[in-house]
């Protein structure tokens, strides 16, 4: 029969990176085993609203709720593998430490996703890095850069380390003709960090191209920044855009795209620019999914990039260097021989990132736990390595938050 997975994650309508892995894990998992009834138990930072769940969520999680760790270890339970995604903003307690509690009380194997492995973390941010991958039967990082990070940084068995891609939908198509105004597309949601200042600033340097270029900035302001800040970084960008000229050059588009359109937008764009400000950045769900449309990429020398970009599938650039950010660009708009080789290029990676093969390594590794454990399977489980016993941590409140 096949397994039944329990996710431990934020799920929407939560708007974040975290809430879209999910439900596109989730849903290529059970597409492929129609008869296992997998489910989500639900971060969240305060109880929802009245109206009904989404029909995968079994239940939720409310950061700081007493008991609730316990309930929601439960939930997991009643399925095959539990799946725990990690960022250190999404569970309650200090350095979101509260997810400890819910794995010491977890019966069936664990697999631990990590969208962040910090370089150089707190005192408690280690500790709780290294409780939870030390209650885990596997550990996902999503790139050599993260898995060399973690098994270099924190206590962690290797052979409990597996590097599986973050995953992208398949919107591959053949390079769009020369469009009358090339797009220059950055998308996500928006706060600082995402260095759009920078691109902004490229733009004014190419002023002088025929036809003129367009940069398309679209995503939602980052629900934590706008509760905190407003649209005070989007209202800066914009009036950077006049200052420099560039005003009619630079679209905002502050809508959260589902997925339909967001294909329609990125299978559109001539260069996807991801000009971020981070050098510890080792998880971008955005560049995968770049990479994996064929869009020629143009972005900083963030950890992830370098892994990706290196061989030829995208041209990388100093941080926060607009000369380079806006030569780059020029090279691709202005030269179709640059286009076509950057694409050729993501074209070889493009079939290991796309979301089915992802789905069939998380079969693969799930399918191996639980013929240890002999979950589902009605024999003696095989030996398997036991879980280190976990450290607790030391409340402290330095505090991580982790973007997309």
């Known amino acids: 029969m096949p397994l039944r997975y329990g996710f431990l994650s934020t799920y929407s309508p939560t708007q974040c990176g975290l809430a879209t892995f999910t439900a596109a894990l989730l849903d290529e998992l059970t597409s492929a085993a129609p008869g296992a009834a997998s489910g989500v138990v639900r971060l969240l930072e305060a109880p929802a609203g009245p109206g009904p769940r989404p029909g995968a969520v079994v239940g939720d999680l409310v950061a700081g709720t007493p008991g609730g760790p316990r309930r ?7 399925f095959d593998i539990a799946v725990v995604q990690h960022e250190y903003g999404v569970y309650g307690g200090p350095d ?4 400890i509690e819910v794995l010491d009380n977890v019966e069936v194997p664990v697999v631990v996703v990590l969208h962040t492995v910090l370089v150089s973390p707190s005192q408690h941010q280690r500790e709780v890095m290294e409780a939870l991958v030390a209650s885990a039967d596997a550990v996902v990082v999503m790139t ?3 898995r060399a990070r973690l098994v270099d940084g924190y206590r962690v068995h290797p052979y409990r ?3 599986i891609p973050h995953g992208a939908a398949d919107n591959r198509r053949a390079a769009p003709a020369r469009s009358a105004r090339p797009t220059i597309l950055t998308w996500g949601l928006l706060g600082p ?7 902004i600033a490229a733009m004014a340097e190419l002023t002088d191209l025929d036809p003129p270029v367009r940069y398309l900035v679209a995503g939602q302001t980052h629900p934590k920044v706008l509760a905190r800040d407003g649209e005070e970084y989007r209202d800066r960008l914009a009036a950077l855009a006049s200052r420099l000229g560039v005003a009619d050059s630079v679209t905002f588009d502050p809508r959260y795209l589902d997925s339909g359109s967001l294909a329609e937008l990125v299978s559109g764009a001539d260069v996807v620019l991801l000009p971020y400000d981070s050098v510890d950045q080792v998880t971008s769900g955005i560049l995968i999914e770049a990479v994996a449309a064929l869009r020629p990429v143009v972005a900083t020398r963030f950890p992830h990039a370098v892994e990706l970009l290196g061989d030829g599938a995208g041209l990388l650039v100093p941080h926060g260097d607009v000369a380079a950010i806006a030569a780059a660009v020029r090279s691709i708009v202005t030269d179709d021989g640059v286009a076509r080789g950057l694409t050729s290029a993501a ?4 079939p290991e990132l796309l979301w089915p093969a992802v789905a069939r390594s998380y079969r693969r590794l799930a399918a191996g736990l639980a013929a240890r454990t002999g979950s589902r399977l009605g024999v003696a489980p095989l030996p398997a390595p036991q879980r280190a016993p976990a450290p607790v941590p030391t409340p402290m409140t330095a505090t991580a938050t982790a973007t997309r």
Do not use: M, Y
């Open 96 to 99: 979101g430490d509260e997810v």
């Open 72 to 78: 929601a270890a439960r939930l997991l339970n009643g």
């Open 144 to 146: 050599e850069t993260a």
């Open 161 to 163: 380390v597996s590097v």
């Open 193 to 199: 960090g995402k260095g759009i200042e920078w691109g």
């Open 347 to 350: 074209s070889a990676h493009a």
